[in-house]
């Protein structure tokens, strides 16, 4: 089954998204070899250009690492896999803040909320 994307950001970005949410998760585990660009492209219905842009993405972040003609692995660099945990978590709580903000909700309420939610 194909993959859904959104329009408001490229698709290679939401294809790196997508792979590093598999390593933090442990889908993908450190020094595990990911799918291949044409499997990859395959399976999200994209074109393997695509794919190999959110590829270039995440190895110039440091997440995957090539070994050639062996293919693309997770890395194994803990500290690596960690600052892009947090990256990713401070940007979703950006997202948030910027929501919630829209909606008018005071810092009080949201926190409220998120203890509630967290319960």
Same mark, same amino acid.
């Given at each position: ?13 939401? +294809?790196? &998204?997508? +792979?590093?949410?598999? /390593? ?7 020094? $595990? ?12 219905a994209v074109n393997p250009n695509t794919v ?11 997440? +995957? ?11 194994? &660099?803990?500290? /690596? /896999? $960690?600052v892009c945990r947090k990256k990713m978590a401070?940007?979703? /709580? ?5 929501? %919630? ?6 810092? $009080?309420?949201?926190?409220? %909320? ?6």
């Amino acid at each position: 089954m194909a993959w859904s994307f959104t329009s408001d950001r490229p698709v290679y970005l939401q +294809i790196a &998204d997508r +792979i590093i949410k598999s /390593v933090l998760s442990g889908e993908y585990q450190s020094g $595990e070899q990911i799918p291949a660009v044409r499997q990859l492209a395959l399976e999200a219905a994209v074109n393997p250009n695509t794919v190999q842009h959110a590829f270039a993405e995440l190895e110039h972040e440091g997440i +995957i690492i090539s070994k050639g003609t062996m293919g693309r692995y997770v890395t194994e &660099d803990a500290q /690596v /896999v $960690e600052v892009c945990r947090k990256k990713m978590a401070h940007q979703i /709580v950006k997202n948030f803040a910027e929501s %919630m903000s829209q909606l008018s909700i005071s810092k $009080e309420e949201t926190i409220a %909320m998120i203890e509630e939610a967290m319960k």
